[in-house]
């Protein structure tokens, strides 16, 4: 290929030590090229003459790897974006498990029915393995030293717990169901009423960082529709 003046045009290639031959250093170029970002719109028959080594590929176009580039980048924003979507959608179904379960426990007559719906509810609509209602008073109450000494250890600073409990824990809250991980809310305006336990048969499921607000409205709902209930 000729330019105008008849003479033909030749690949630049980016030699490692161009410095020395023009008495440039990649600093100066690299620092031009930076603060004059449309040099090569300006100038298209130089961008057409360079080349890249590429320990790939060999010589490819600036347009080429600028374009490769882009679309790697496009690439990974389409994945973080299909994971915050994932989330999103994950999210909304939880919300909506919560808010159909508050309203349905506020239909109940029972502290039996009110076990029956969680279960029911946690167990089939989120996958969780274990739900049980251990209570402070009644014929099956928890036993008083145990209480203490559960919510000594995990209830110090919240009345909420996330997390992994000791083999003699989950045999006192959740007896042979099976709990690698839990979520358990201690009950009552006094923490005096019981703790609602769940668990998952993933390890990992329920972590220390989690968040508490629907949590927090399920607390609220079974602190006010407890008290007073056949069964407490």
Same mark, same amino acid.
């Given at each position: 290929?000729?330019?105008?003046?008849?003479?033909?045009?030749?690949?630049?290639?980016?030699?490692?030590?161009?410095?020395?031959?023009? $008495?440039?250093?990649?600093?100066?170029?690299?620092?031009?090229?930076?603060?004059?970002?449309?040099?090569?719109?300006?100038?298209?028959?130089?961008?057409?003459?360079?080349?890249?080594?590429?320990?790939?590929? $060999?010589?490819?176009?600036?347009?080429?790897?600028?374009?490769?580039?882009?679309?790697?980048?496009v690439r990974?924003?389409?994945?973080?974006?299909?994971?915050?979507?994932?989330?999103?959608?994950?999210?909304?179904?939880?919300?909506?498990?919560?808010?159909?379960?508050?309203?349905?426990?506020?239909?109940?007559?029972?502290?039996?029915?009110?076990?029956?719906?969680?279960?029911?509810?946690?167990?089939?609509?989120?996958?969780?393995?274990?739900?049980?209602?251990?209570?402070?008073? $009644?014929?099956?109450?928890?036993?008083?030293?145990?209480?203490?000494?559960?919510?000594?250890? /995990?209830?110090k600073d919240?009345?909420?717990?996330?997390?992994?409990?000791?083999?003699?824990? /989950?045999?006192?809250?959740?007896?042979?169901?099976?709990?690698?991980?839990?979520?358990?809310?201690?009950? $009552?305006?006094?923490?005096?009423?019981?703790?609602?336990?769940?668990?998952?048969?993933?390890?990992?499921?329920?972590?220390?960082?989690?968040?508490?607000?629907?949590?927090?409205?399920?607390?609220?709902?079974?602190?006010?529709?407890?008290?007073?209930?056949?069964?407490?």
């Amino acid at each position: 290929m000729s330019d105008a003046s008849g003479q033909s045009k030749r690949p630049v290639t980016l030699e490692p030590n161009y410095d020395e031959a023009f $008495g440039l250093t990649a600093e100066e170029v690299r620092a031009f090229l930076l603060k004059h970002p449309d040099f090569f719109a300006n100038n298209p028959d130089i961008l057409e003459r360079l080349v890249i080594p590429h320990e790939e590929k $060999g010589a490819v176009s600036l347009v080429e790897r600028q374009s490769e580039q882009l679309r790697k980048k496009v690439r990974q924003l389409n994945y973080k974006l299909n994971q915050l979507i994932g989330v999103a959608k994950q999210n909304e179904k939880i919300y909506r498990v919560y808010t159909d379960l508050n309203v349905e426990l506020l239909r109940c007559k029972s502290v039996s029915e009110i076990q029956y719906k969680l279960e029911s509810v946690l167990q089939e609509r989120l996958n969780l393995h274990s739900v049980v209602l251990q209570l402070f008073k $009644g014929p099956h109450a928890m036993q008083e030293l145990q209480r203490r000494l559960i919510i000594e250890k /995990r209830f110090k600073d919240s009345t909420f717990f996330f997390g992994r409990l000791s083999q003699h824990e /989950r045999q006192v809250i959740f007896g042979e169901e099976t709990a690698e991980s839990v979520a358990l809310i201690l009950l $009552g305006d006094n923490h005096d009423m019981g703790i609602l336990a769940v668990g998952s048969d993933d390890a990992s499921h329920f972590t220390p960082d989690m968040d508490t607000l629907l949590l927090k409205q399920l607390q609220e709902v079974l602190n006010i529709t407890m008290p007073g209930m056949p069964g407490y």
